[in-house]
Structure formats: structure tokens, C-alpha cells
């Protein structure tokens, strides 16, 4: 494609990004608006902005590079995204949460429970949790663009990311949660209709059905790295070996951290606060099915499938071709999908990405604004949004700073990391909230205590992903985890912090008193 074609078709993806930021802006006339959209969402457009939020350049980048060197059990996750992050999300928790934001006038997920509860105490210190965690997320999903722009169009890593951020920073601080939803429409429809495209493309180009396809690739299995093998590969389309390290990464870190993670995710609760009924929330179920279902499956069952492609042509598995698994997918579309396509398929990437991040930001905003300095530029206009808008600024420049510290093959690891902190620490006291009335404020503190806390021991003296780097382990005792005995180290954090902090909110709610 040539430069000339290139530029038009950015330009006029801008042009779209921009229009649809401004009648954000121009339809955002108080607070609500800003943080809820007005809560009068049309449905459609509410899963679009669900879908394409929950899918980000971290799912396609990040989980499909993964996928391209481990194998097909990341599928897994796919189900799991569309049984818990879809089916589950929106029938049990949507329905509940709507009618009790609705209830208390929240606007955020730190006030939902916070007003819940009835604790500022609460509300602050998820907003805390989410305003101080939600930033190495955003690095990483910065990351993931960027990488993609890096390696399929030959530009500078620094000024791509730079140019990247400010668009998203321009639609997000004018155009609040309207801005955000409405980009997020056509950024979910430019992500379906790629992945569609690059699934019946690479059929074309290998040259082999559904059935071959697969058959050959399980065969390929004797082409498994040494080092691979070591760590429990077994071949593209097979789990890995029970019990080994690759397993224990992707069960216990990728399918739950992620799986299970996404239920408590603020940025996408806040979502089902949005629309005015219970009704236009079950419109929503099958278009948000369809769509991860689509997304995820696509590029999951892609990335393995191109070890097919890069031994027939060059003789190599995926991630003998580059070490870094970040970049498998990014190369697999320069090199093996026609030149326009790698044009659309930025699009897509900045759509997955841009999507994402703008919420990211809007949400971490509205944490900085509305629940940690609630009076901030409020003085003499109680609807003023410039509190919640200088939070969003916060928030990019300090993820902006993290993406340039972050490691190699960092992004899959990040976004599972971040999910599993938040069910740690969000998810036993938001499940109460919806079902247990029994559920005291002391024990929703202590809870949410607790998940953070074993979360951030974990990471820092039992998960060796996160413990080696950081080095505070080794600092203090002279070995990077304080249990060096396999498989400890290698178990995600999600699997210690979450039951503890289930059974803390448990037992401390009935031994207070319960809540009047």
C-alpha cells in the first residue's frame, strides 16, 4: 500500500475518531453525563462498548503472540471470557448492578459500593486501588499498539506511542463516557470485521481446510523447542503437560486470572450502569457472545495456525522467529497478509487498543475526581467535570511513563496480573453486594484489605514472574521467593489472594453486627 493510500485511510479513521469524540462532548452537560452517559445508552451500542473494551491490543498482541507459541489451550480463555465475562457478567451481576446504581446515584464503581456499604472509608480506597493499579494495565495495552505500529510500518517506537496517546487523550478528557462509547461502536465493528477477514485469508493463503489445517499442525508437534518442552509444551493443539510451568502459567494466571478477573472490572461495570432498563441489558447478552465468541476465537485459533505458515516459508516455528512473543503477530500480518490489509489491521490494533485505554483512563478519572477529591473544581459549579477531566491527564501521563520500563513478552502477563488483583480484591466484596444481605461493611473493608494485601505479597515474595524483578525478596532474604519449592512459585497469585479474601469477608461479616 502506498504511503499516500495509508495516510488517507488514517486520516479519515481520525476524522471518525474525532467527529464522534465531539458529540460526546457536545451531548456532555453535567457530571452523569460525563461518568454515566446521561444512563440512557442505546443497548447496541452498550455491548459494542463492553466488547470492545474487554478486547484490547493485549488480547490480540499480547494472548494471540502466546497462543502462537504455546498452543491452542488458551481457547480455554475464550470460553471462559464468553461464559463469565458475557453470559455471566451481564445476566448475574448486570441486571443487579443497573438497579442498584440506579438505587444509590452512583456513578463509579468505588461509589456503588462505597454508597452500598455505606463507607467512604471503602469508596476511597478502591478508588485508590484502581487510580494507583490500573496504570501498569494501561502501559501494557499502550504497549501492544505500539509494538504493532513499531514492527508493521517501520516508525520510531517513541514518536508512534507519543502520537497514539494523544489522540486517545483528546476524545477521552473532552467527550466523557458519550465520547468513549461512541468510538468504541466503531472500533468493535472495525475489530469484527478484520478478524473475519484475517481468518478467511489465512485459510486461503495455507492452502488447507479447517480439518487439515489442524491435523498438520498437530503433527508439527516434534518441531517444539527444547526449551519449550522443558516448560510442559506438548504441541500447538495440546495442553500442556499437567503440573508443569507452562500449565500452571496458563491455567492459573491466563484462564482465571483473566476469566475470572473480568467480572471485576470497574471499567466494564460501569457499563451496565449506562442503559435505563433491565431489558436493553438482555439485548446486549448475545451481541457481546457473538462478538468475543468472533474476536478472541479469531485470533486464538490464528496465532497457533501460523507455525504452519512460517515453516512452509521459512522453516521456523513462531517464536523462532522472533524471541519476543509480542511481536509473532504483528510479523505473521506483514509478512504473510496482503498490504492494504496491514493498514486495516492497524486500524483494528488502535481500535482494540484505543478502545480499551479510553476507558481505562475515563474510569481512573473518575476515581481521581468523583470518588478521591470528589470538591475538586467543584467550588462554585457542583456539576463541574474538571476534577474527574485532570484525573483522566493524571492517569495517561503516568501510564505513558510506565510503558517505557515494561519488559518483553510483558503483555499478556500484565493484563492477567491486573484482572487477578482486582478479583482478589474487588470481586468477593462486589458479589455481595448484588447477593448477600447478610454482608457488613467491616467485612467488605476487611475483605478488600486482604485481596489487595495477598495480592501484593504474592507478587512480591511467592509469584517469581513478578518477585524476581522486583527484587525486594532477594533484598531482604537472599533468594527471590521465600518459598523456592516447585510448583509454589510458579502458581499465580490469584489462587492465594482470592479464597482468602472470600472467606475474610465471610467470617468477619458474621461476626459484626449486620448492616441497617
Keep these: ?43 447496541i451500542i452498550m455491548a459494542l462498548s463492553y466488547g470492545a473494551t474487554f478486547i484490547s491490543a493485549s488480547a490480540i498482541v499480547g494472548f494471540g503472540g502466546f497462543s502462537a507459541k504455546f498452543g491452542m489451550g488458551i481457547q480455554w480463555l475464550c470460553v471462559l471470557n464468553i461464559l463469565m465475562g458475557v453470559i455471566v457478567a451481564f445476566i448475574f451481576f448486570g441486571r443487579r448492578t443497573r438497579k442498584l446504581g440506579a438505587q444509590y446515584g452512583a456513578r463509579t464503581f468505588s461509589q456503588l459500593l462505597g454508597l452500598h456499604y455505606k463507607s467512604r472509608t471503602i469508596q476511597i480506597f478502591i478508588a485508590t486501588v484502581i487510580f494507583i493499579g490500573m496504570p501498569l494495565y494501561a502501559a501494557v495495552v499502550m504497549k501492544g ?58 485459510y486461503k493463503i495455507i492452502g488447507k481446510n479447517f480439518t487439515e489445517a489442524n491435523r498438520e499442525l498437530t503433527d508439527m508437534a516434534y518441531l517444539v523447542p527444547e526449551n519449550l518442552k522443558a516448560l510442559g509444551h506438548q504441541g500447538w493443539t495440546a495442553m500442556p503437560k499437567t503440573g508443569s510451568p507452562q500449565w500452571y502459567m496458563l491455567v492459573t494466571s491466563l484462564i482465571l486470572g483473566v476469566g475470572i478477573g473480568c467480572l471485576a472490572q470497574p471499567q466494564l ?42 515453516v512452509e516459508n521459512y522453516g521456523k516455528v513462531a517464536s523462532e522467529m522472533t524471541p519476543d ?48 477529591f470528589p470538591k475538586l473544581g467543584r467550588s462554585k459549579n457542583p456539576n463541574s467535570t474538571i476534577g474527574v477531566r485532570f484525573g483522566v491527564l493524571c492517569a495517561i501521563l503516568i501510564s505513558y511513563t510506565i510503558c517505557y520500563v515494561l519488559s518483553t513478552s510483558i503483555i499478556a502477563r500484565g493484563t492477567a496480573l491486573f484482572m487477578g488483583v482486582c478479583a482478589a480484591t474487588f470481586l468477593p466484596a462486589y458479589f455481595c453486594a448484588l447477593y448477600w444481605k447478610r454482608a457488613t461493611r467491616q467485612g467488605a473493608l476487611a475483605s478488600l484489605f486482604v485481596g489487595a494485601f495477598a495480592s501484593l505479597f504474592a507478587m512480591i515474595f511467592l509469584h517469581k514472574a513478578e518477585a524476581a524483578p522486583i527484587g525486594i525478596c532477594k533484598a531482604l532474604f537472599t533468594k527471590d521467593v521465600l518459598i523456592d519449592v516447585y510448583p509454589w512459585y510458579v502458581i499465580d497469585p490469584i489462587v492465594f489472594a482470592l479464597p482468602l479474601s472470600i472467606l475474610t469477608i465471610i467470617v468477619v461479616s458474621l461476626l459484626t453486627k449486620p448492616q441497617k
Design 1 to 43: 500500500m502506498s504511503t499516500l493510500t495509508l495516510g488517507i485511510v488514517v486520516i479519515i479513521y481520525m476524522f471518525l475518531i474525532a467527529l464522534l469524540g465531539y458529540l460526546g462532548y457536545k451531548r456532555t452537560k453535567s457530571a452523569s453525563d460525563y461518568l454515566l452517559g446521561g444512563q440512557k445508552t442505546n443497548p
Design 145 to 202: 499498539g505500539a509494538v504493532f505500529i513499531e514492527q508493521m510500518f517501520h516508525v520510531n517506537l517513541d514518536f508512534a506511542l507519543l502520537i497514539f496517546t494523544l489522540v486517545v487523550a483528546a476524545y477521552v478528557i473532552t467527550g466523557g463516557l458519550k465520547g468513549v462509547m461512541y468510538t468504541d461502536a466503531l472500533q468493535a465493528t472495525i475489530m469484527f470485521l478484520c478478524m473475519a477477514f484475517l481468518l478467511f485469508w489465512f
Design 269 to 310: 461495570v460501569v457499563r451496565f450502569m449506562t442503559v435505563e432498563s433491565t431489558k436493553q441489558l438482555n439485548r446486549g447478552v448475545l451481541i457481546g457472545t457473538v462478538f468475543i465468541f468472533f474476536v478472541v476465537g479469531s485470533i486464538y485459533h490464528v496465532g497457533p495456525l501460523s507455525n504452519l505458515y512460517f
Design 325 to 372: 512473543m509480542d511481536k509473532i503477530i504483528p510479523l505473521f500480518i506483514d509478512i504473510a497478509m496482503p498490504d492494504w490489509f496491514g493498514a486495516i489491521f492497524m486500524l483494528c490494533i488502535l481500535s482494540a487498543s484505543m478502545s480499551t485505554l479510553s476507558a481505562q483512563f475515563h474510569t481512573m478519572g473518575g476515581a481521581f475526581g468523583a470518588d478521591i
